[in-house]
């Protein structure tokens, strides 16, 4: 059972920046490859980036590429996401997640969400 809080998210204007942060409880954070994902008001959720486990491989959407950096600590049981040249667009609840798998997220245990408002 990993459980996960995210925070970090605010309003803030086009061009900005933004890092959330999502920190995990339990001792098992590291075997977890983990992943940022979002949700547009009337839109489903879709993936905006993840990192392996061990290996510590990214992966980006395209949408966000070159914008936004996803990393880990496990040490802190945390993983970040900075996100630069904020976009108007870019506007949605962020989702952190821990799945044991980096290519299926069907079971992954979610956090709660945090607000990210992109004003123009």
């Known amino acids: 059972q990993v459980h996960l809080v995210e925070s970090g998210g605010g309003l803030v204007q086009a061009g900005g920046s933004l890092r959330l942060s999502c920190a995990a409880s339990?001792?098992?954070?590291?075997?977890?490859?983990m992943g940022w994902f979002r949700q547009a008001p009337g839109k489903e959720r879709e993936f905006v980036a993840k990192?392996?486990?061990?290996?510590?491989?990214?992966y980006y959407a395209d949408s966000v590429k070159g914008r936004f950096t996803i990393s880990r600590d496990n040490a802190k049981n945390t993983v970040y996401l900075q996100m630069n040249s904020l976009k108007p667009e870019d506007t949605a609840v962020y989702y952190c997640?821990?799945?044991?798998?980096?290519?299926?997220?069907?079971?992954?245990?979610w956090g709660q969400g945090t607000q990210v408002t992109v004003s123009s």
């Open positions: 339990g001792r098992t954070f590291s075997t977890y490859h």
């Open positions: 990192i392996g486990n061990i290996y510590i491989t990214t």
């Open positions: 997640a821990a799945s044991g798998r980096l290519d299926s997220w069907s079971s992954a245990y």
